[in-house]
């Protein structure tokens, strides 16, 4: 049986055509995501009923969907989440799963940075009030000098933790498997979370997927945290308790929150009333350049597996 490739993101070769130029020059046969959106699990098994390769997005690979499609043999994630894919089923079924792990870093990181000096400068609020025709200088806060606390010491929070070393800044962090070394080397303490909770002035979550739903910050966490601290969330919209933190704003014991991920998305929850909250729609690896580099790469490693198979 001759394979083929069914692309389901539905923003494939938007920002270059190389990951399109690599299939074409494959020769083999493929088929793209029409619809301009993200896909359901009904379209997949419509559109890659034959497909034997995948370059997926964020839509599902549930039981259904994979149980289904029998010729399916790779699917090449375009990002690092692999949540929305059955692992345990795809493994029993002999399905490879690709993903793109360490495009992922920069941009993150990048988002990272600029909602922390976002709510520290205030730079949205200052814009919605000029552009409101209010002339008004609210008073920030310097970077140098604070306390940063990282949850979660995987590629992400390391590179933030160096960045932000740089900046002059004092890191503390927090990991169930602290790389002591990495540690040193950067001049870097880690500490248990209840440490760090009362001892930031910025805390920012890079934490993996857990099977547990508890949320790694809650009414408990919360009420640890010195009173003023800004909180940054671009991991997973469950890692936070939304109705804890509402109650933590609208006491003013929280100064400022970043986020880039909800429990539910779209997001249209009440946090939108703050003006010290600073919500993005999920955009931390959308600039062109890592999209492009994301989906050159799930190309090739689709590639590559079927050329070693």
């Known amino acids: 049986m001759q394979d083929k490739i069914f692309v ?33 699990a009904n379209e997949i098994l419509e559109m890659g009923s034959d497909a034997t390769g995948i370059i997926a997005g964020l839509e599902p690979y549930n039981e259904e969907v994979l149980t289904n499609l029998s010729n399916l043999k790779c699917i090449s994630r375009v990002g690092v989440g692999i ?11 002999n399905i490879k799963i690709c993903n793109t792990p360490n495009v992922i870093i920069q941009p993150v990181v990048e988002l990272v940075l600029a909602l922390i000096f976002n709510l520290l400068r205030k730079t949205t609020l200052h814009t919605i009030l000029i552009k409101s025709k209010k002339w ?21 929070g390391k590179r933030v933790s160096e960045i932000l070393i740089l900046l002059g800044v004092k890191v503390i962090a927090c990991d169930l498997f ?26 920012s979550l890079h934490v993996s997927p857990t099977e547990s739903d508890k949320p790694v910050i809650g009414r408990k966490e919360l009420d640890q945290m010195k009173s003023g601290m800004i909180l940054i969330n671009t991991s997973r919209g469950q890692f936070i ?4 933190l509402y109650d933590g704003l609208s006491s003013k014991k929280i100064g400022g929150v970043g986020l880039d991920v909800y429990v539910n998305e779209p ?35 689709l590639l590559n597996y079927f050329l070693q198979n």
């Open 8 to 40: 389901a993101i539905s923003t494939f070769a938007e920002n270059g055509r190389d990951p399109l130029d690599l299939l074409n020059e494959s020769g083999i046969e493929i088929f793209i995501n029409p619809l301009g959106r993200r896909i359901t």
């Open 83 to 93: 949540d929305n894919i059955n692992q345990a089923l795809a493994k029993s079924r």
């Open 136 to 156: 008004e200088r609210h008073v920030g806060n310097l970077l140098y000098g604070k306390t940063v606390g990282i949850i979660g010491t995987g590629r992400i």
């Open 178 to 203: 602290p790389d002591k070394a990495w540690a040193n080397s950067n001049r870097i303490r880690y500490t248990s979370q209840e440490n760090l909770l009362k001892e930031s002035d910025i805390i």
């Open 241 to 244: 308790d939304e109705n804890a």
């Open 267 to 301: 997001y249209d929850g009440d946090l939108i009333q703050f003006d010290n909250v600073v919500l993005t729609p999920h955009v931390a690896t959308l600039t062109k350049e890592s999209r492009l580099e994301m989906e050159v790469e799930a190309t090739q490693n």
